[in-house]
């Protein structure tokens, strides 16, 4: 960003004045900077781009709630959607199994 006092480029967004001319920034300020940056880079670097699930992994972890349990631990670091992905499979599998070894149960 830029000072909008003297145009000084201001590398880090987390100081409150310009190094240059020791402009002091207020909230507006922020604000309206952070309505300018339309773009979402910021967004983007926090987001692996690898960040879906593998293959037919999402449907092992519904057959095998274990699968998914252990995809979930050694496979979604940094992954936020697939993690959500594999947690979905994986609570859907583990109640679909209860539901049988109700039934199954149930029966005796
Ligand atoms: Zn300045």
């Not at 909008?4 to 987390?14: G, M, Q, R, T, W």
């Not at 995809?71 to 109640?95: D, E, L, S, W």
């Given at each position: 960003?830029?000072?909008?006092?003297?145009h000084?480029?201001?590398?880090?967004s987390?100081t409150?004045k310009?190094?240059?001319?020791?402009?002091?920034?207020?909230?507006?300020?922020y604000?309206?900077?952070?309505?300018?940056?339309e773009d979402?880079?910021?967004?983007d670097?926090?987001?692996?781009?690898d960040?879906?699930p593998?293959?037919?992994?999402?449907f092992?972890?519904?057959?095998?709630?274990?699968?998914?349990?252990?995809?979930?631990?050694f496979r979604?670091?940094n992954?936020?959607?697939?993690?959500?992905?594999?947690?979905?499979?994986t609570?859907?599998?583990?109640v679909?199994?209860?539901a049988?070894?109700?039934?199954i149960?149930?029966?005796?």
């Amino acid at each position: 960003m830029k000072c909008p006092n003297c145009h000084h480029e201001i590398e880090s967004s987390l100081t409150s004045k310009c190094p240059n001319c020791g402009f002091k920034f207020d909230d507006e300020f922020y604000i309206s900077q952070a309505n300018e940056s339309e773009d979402t880079s910021n967004l983007d670097k926090s987001i692996d781009p690898d960040d879906y699930p593998t293959g037919g992994l999402p449907f092992i972890a519904l057959i095998l709630p274990i699968l998914g349990l252990l995809a979930i631990i050694f496979r979604t670091k940094n992954k936020p959607y697939t993690r959500k992905i594999y947690a979905i499979a994986t609570i859907a599998g583990a109640v679909a199994w209860g539901a049988v070894l109700f039934l199954i149960f149930k029966q005796w």
